[in-house]
Nanobody, 121 residues
């Protein structure tokens, strides 16, 4: 089970850190990622990280602004979001898979509930 938190309202240029706490099986056994879905748009992969933490992926729209990380001792993944833009406004979902990495929604074995991120201009 995944529990996402950390969303909120922030002004453009600000920062937020999302957390994804996992319960049950050891977090280190699976890769995790963050998706987002804006109103009227499809859910898209924002970032992912392998189980080892050695490999990460970022969508072009968030490169150099967002950082995905994980703390296996705490069974928690994070998405640090800096220099936020109004177009980052969306519901953010954490996800996990027993596969090597997350590349699409079909890669996902477990979903967390969404957390709303709203960036005002």
């Amino acid at each position: 089970q995944l529990q996402a938190s950390g969303g909120g309202l922030v002004q453009a240029g600000g920062s937020l850190r999302l957390s994804c706490a996992a319960s049950g099986r050891s977090f280190s056994t699976y890769a995790m990622g963050w998706f987002r879905q804006a109103p009227g748009k499809e859910r898209e992969l924002v970032a992912s990280i392998t189980g080892s933490g050695r490999s990460t992926y970022y969508a072009d729209s968030v490169k150099d602004r967002f950082t995905i990380s994980r703390d296996d001792a705490k069974n928690t993944g994070y998405l640090q979001m800096n220099r936020l833009k109004p177009e980052d406004t969306a519901v953010y979902y954490c996800a996990a898979t027993y596969s090597l990495t997350i590349t699409t929604m079909r890669s996902v074995d477990y979903w967390g509930q969404g957390t709303q991120v709203t960036v005002s201009s």
